[in-house]
C-alpha cells in the first residue's frame, strides 16, 4: 500500500522526514466553537506543542510525498462526489496524557469518507480514531488543562465542509477541496 494510518499518538515526530496529510474540516461554527476553548487555554498560560495555524481537523491519515499528484486527483474526485457531513462533536477524549481532543460520534459518512482514501486499512478492524486535537502537552500540563477544557466545550452539531492536503514538516499547504452541499 502507498498510505498509512497516522498513529495517534507518536512519540518522536522526525522533523526531517516530511508527509503528506489528508484533514477533513469543519464548518466556521465548528472552528470558531473549537477555537474558543483553545483561547481560553491560551489565556491560563497553555500554549501546546500541536501544530499552529491551520484549520481544527480530523486527520484521515498520510502518504509519502512522492504520491502528491496522484492524491491531489484523488481528492478531488473524491470530494466532487461527497457529500457535507453533519456530525456531533460529543466528547472530549485523551490519547494517554499527552493529547487532549474532541470526539465525534461516529457515522458511516465520516467513515466512509476515510475509508474513501484509505480503503485497504484494517483487516477487520478500523484502526483510526477521529478526533480533533486541542492541546498536545506533557502530561502535567493536560492535566491541569482538562478542566478549562470540559467547563468551555459544549457538544455540538459540526460538519465536515472539506477535505485539505498539507505537507509536514515545515507546515506547507497544497490544496483544499469543498464537500458537496
Given at each position: 500500500m502507498w498510505y498509512t494510518l497516522v498513529y495517534q499518538v507518536q512519540e518522536v515526530i522526525n522533523m526531517d522526514e516530511k508527509s503528506l496529510y489528508l484533514l477533513a474540516q469543519f464548518d466556521d461554527e465548528t472552528e470558531e466553537m473549537l477555537s474558543a476553548?483553545?483561547?481560553e487555554?491560551?489565556?491560563q498560560g497553555f500554549v501546546g506543542k500541536q501544530t499552529k495555524d491551520i484549520p481544527y481537523h480530523f486527520?484521515?491519515?498520510?502518504?509519502?510525498?512522492c504520491h502528491e499528484e496522484n492524491l491531489v486527483s484523488e481528492l478531488e474526485k473524491i470530494c466532487s462526489t461527497t457529500k457535507i457531513i453533519d456530525i456531533?462533536?460529543?466528547?472530549?477524549?485523551?490519547?494517554?496524557?499527552?493529547?487532549?481532543?474532541?470526539e465525534p460520534n461516529m457515522n458511516f459518512e465520516l467513515l466512509s469518507l476515510q475509508k474513501a482514501f484509505f480503503d485497504g486499512c484494517g483487516n477487520g478492524y478500523h484502526p483510526w480514531t477521529a478526533?480533533?486535537?486541542?492541546?498536545?502537552?506533557?502530561?502535567?500540563?493536560?492535566i491541569k488543562a482538562l478542566p478549562i477544557v470540559a467547563d468551555k466545550f459544549k457538544p455540538?452539531?459540526?460538519r465536515i465542509t472539506s477535505v485539505g492536503l498539507?505537507?509536514?514538516?515545515?507546515?506547507?499547504?497544497?490544496?483544499?477541496?469543498v464537500l458537496c452541499p
Amino acid at each position: 500500500m502507498w498510505y498509512t494510518l497516522v498513529y495517534q499518538v507518536q512519540e518522536v515526530i522526525n522533523m526531517d522526514e516530511k508527509s503528506l496529510y489528508l484533514l477533513a474540516q469543519f464548518d466556521d461554527e465548528t472552528e470558531e466553537m473549537l477555537s474558543a476553548c483553545y483561547a481560553e487555554l491560551v489565556q491560563q498560560g497553555f500554549v501546546g506543542k500541536q501544530t499552529k495555524d491551520i484549520p481544527y481537523h480530523f486527520t484521515l491519515g498520510c502518504f509519502d510525498c512522492c504520491h502528491e499528484e496522484n492524491l491531489v486527483s484523488e481528492l478531488e474526485k473524491i470530494c466532487s462526489t461527497t457529500k457535507i457531513i453533519d456530525i456531533r462533536l460529543d466528547h472530549l477524549g485523551l490519547f494517554g496524557l499527552k493529547v487532549l481532543f474532541a470526539e465525534p460520534n461516529m457515522n458511516f459518512e465520516l467513515l466512509s469518507l476515510q475509508k474513501a482514501f484509505f480503503d485497504g486499512c484494517g483487516n477487520g478492524y478500523h484502526p483510526w480514531t477521529a478526533h480533533a486535537t486541542i492541546l498536545l502537552d506533557e502530561p502535567d500540563n493536560i492535566i491541569k488543562a482538562l478542566p478549562i477544557v470540559a467547563d468551555k466545550f459544549k457538544p455540538t452539531h459540526a460538519r465536515i465542509t472539506s477535505v485539505g492536503l498539507y505537507e509536514f514538516f515545515p507546515k506547507r499547504f497544497i490544496k483544499k477541496c469543498v464537500l458537496c452541499p
